[in-house]
């Protein structure tokens, strides 16, 4: 096994404390006002709230943040949240450079990151709160290929890293021997931007594909891998569609009509879906070191359990543990809630198809936000 102890791209949560599941199903453990949200223990009804919270960062997460967004304005009508799609990384160097009151992000803040919060966030810095769990696909637009490919990770890797470079490859043709492979060449379309997709991704590629894949996990692209970019989530899908032979990673929730690939796990070939995302959750551990209230993970990313997709983000929220004043605080904690409760979820599951937390992953999400404060 193979896990990256601080990198960005710490994320899933062990099956325990996440039994997540995928069409829907879960309780409501604290009848309308776990739905709703309070603001805290000392803050006010979410009702009450008002005011303008400023977010910034994963694109991967504009669907299910614009549902969020639209739902929580419907409980609390004077508040109001505005979100930059600008990328993960951006959006983590815009929260630590005060421009946003919050950051949304597919990857977790590495230990530099989270040091650097403490200076705006307090001594206990900034926390994780995970919003939902996403697979990942590798998706491609072939002509004469209809349907999912299946690859395994050295193949995925070599496509990526530039060393396979036909689709008519051996390589690709041992996974697929039933399928009439064209000649097309192999384009590989990469985000531009510092992204947590990318962080992802290429951890993913790192630890199933160790001897293949060189270089470490990162939210940009390596620079020396000969390949097209494209700025977010929509260009890289956008590029891909409208490129024969082209291939890219981005959230399965969108890629649209874009073909993706059954990645080998254990002896059998698995497609992207909720359930096979938290079937890959089993080998997961908390970040230590950071915030008390802190809820970032770490994913065994080269896990053979079967049934399980292990191409996957968890998106988080990241928020201070103080703010200067009362109405920020009761604003992010109401808004923290609402996007955990489960009505959050179920808007964001219907808007960008990830899989809802558990009751007892959101009750320690509702303990780890009430924990806000005003600076002293």
Same mark, same amino acid.
């Given at each position: 096994?193979? /896990?990256?102890?601080?990198?960005?791209?710490?994320?899933? !949560?062990?099956?325990?404390?996440?039994?997540?599941?995928?069409?829907?199903?879960?309780?409501?453990?604290?009848?309308?006002?776990?739905?709703?949200?309070?603001g805290?223990?000392?803050?006010?009804?979410?009702?009450?709230?008002?005011?303008?919270?400023?977010?910034g960062?994963?694109?991967a997460?504009?669907?299910?943040?614009t549902?969020?967004a639209?739902?929580?304005?419907s409980?609390?009508?004077?508040?109001?949240?505005?979100?930059a799609?600008?990328?993960?990384?951006?959006?983590?160097?815009?929260? /630590?450079?005060?421009?946003?009151?919050?950051?949304g992000?597919?990857?977790?803040?590495?230990?530099?990151?989270?040091?650097?919060?403490?200076?705006?966030?307090?001594?206990?810095?900034?926390?994780?709160i995970?919003?939902?769990?996403?697979?990942i696909?590798?998706?491609?637009?072939v002509?004469?290929?209809?349907?999912? /490919?299946?690859?395994?990770?050295?193949? !995925?890797?070599?496509?990526?890293?530039?060393?396979?470079?036909?689709?008519?490859?051996?390589a690709?043709?041992?996974?697929?021997?039933?399928?009439?492979?064209?000649?097309t060449?192999?384009?590989v379309?990469?985000?531009?931007?510092?992204?947590?997709t990318t962080?992802?991704?290429?951890?993913?590629l790192?630890?199933?594909?160790?001897?293949v894949?060189?270089?470490e996990?990162?939210?940009?692209?390596?620079?020396?891998v000969?390949?097209?970019s494209?700025?977010?989530?929509s260009?890289?899908?956008? /590029?891909?569609?409208?490129?024969?032979?082209?291939?890219?990673?981005?959230?399965a929730?969108?890629?649209?009509?874009?073909d993706?690939?059954?990645?080998?796990?254990?002896?059998?070939?698995?497609?992207y879906?909720?359930?096979?995302?938290?079937?890959?959750?089993?080998?997961?551990?908390?970040?230590?070191?950071?915030?008390?209230?802190?809820m970032?993970?770490?994913l065994?990313?080269?896990t053979e359990?079967?049934?399980?997709?292990?191409?996957? !983000?968890?998106?988080?929220?990241?928020?201070?543990?103080?703010?200067?004043?009362?109405?920020?605080?009761?604003?992010?904690?109401?808004?923290?809630?609402?996007?955990v409760s489960?009505?959050?979820q179920?808007?964001?599951?219907?808007?960008?198809?990830?899989?809802?937390?558990?009751?007892?992953?959101?009750?320690?999400? !509702?303990?780890?936000i009430?924990?806000?404060?005003?600076?002293?």
């Amino acid at each position: 096994m193979k /896990l990256h102890r601080f990198g960005r791209a710490a994320a899933i !949560l062990s099956v325990a404390s996440l039994a997540l599941v995928a069409c829907g199903e879960s309780n409501n453990p604290g009848g309308d006002d776990a739905d709703a949200g309070t603001g805290g223990e000392n803050g006010a009804e979410t009702s009450e709230v008002q005011g303008t919270l400023s977010g910034g960062g994963s694109s991967a997460q504009e669907a299910a943040m614009t549902a969020w967004a639209n739902g929580f304005t419907s409980v609390a009508p004077d508040a109001q949240v505005n979100y930059a799609s600008v990328g993960s990384g951006s959006g983590r160097e815009g929260f /630590l450079g005060g421009e946003y009151d919050f950051a949304g992000s597919d990857a977790a803040m590495d230990e530099g990151e989270w040091e650097q919060s403490q200076e705006i966030c307090g001594p206990d810095g900034a926390f994780h709160i995970p919003s939902y769990i996403s697979p990942i696909a590798a998706a491609y637009n072939v002509e004469g290929i209809d349907g999912s /490919l299946n690859l395994d990770a050295e193949t !995925l890797a070599g496509i990526f890293a530039g060393e396979i470079t036909s689709w008519d490859d051996e390589a690709v043709a041992e996974h697929n021997p039933d399928v009439d492979l064209p000649d097309t060449p192999i384009t590989v379309v990469h985000r531009a931007d510092d992204s947590g997709t990318t962080e992802n991704f290429t951890e993913y590629l790192e630890a199933a594909a160790p001897e293949v894949w060189e270089w470490e996990a990162d939210g940009s692209w390596p620079a020396d891998v000969s390949s097209e970019s494209a700025q977010q989530t929509s260009g890289v899908v956008d /590029l891909t569609t409208q490129t024969d032979g082209a291939i890219t990673y981005a959230d399965a929730s969108q890629i649209g009509d874009l073909d993706s690939v059954a990645v080998e796990v254990g002896e059998e070939y698995v497609e992207y879906s909720p359930e096979a995302a938290a079937q890959a959750v089993a080998s997961s551990t908390p970040v230590e070191g950071q915030a008390p209230n802190n809820m970032s993970y770490e994913l065994d990313r080269d896990t053979e359990e079967s049934g399980a997709y292990p191409i996957v !983000l968890v998106a988080y929220n990241i928020f201070c543990n103080e703010y200067q004043d009362q109405e920020t605080v009761d604003l992010v904690q109401a808004f923290g809630e609402y996007v955990v409760s489960e009505d959050g979820q179920s808007t964001a599951e219907s808007a960008a198809g990830n899989a809802p937390m558990s009751d007892e992953l959101r009750d320690e999400a !509702l303990e780890a936000i009430d924990q806000i404060r005003v600076t002293e």
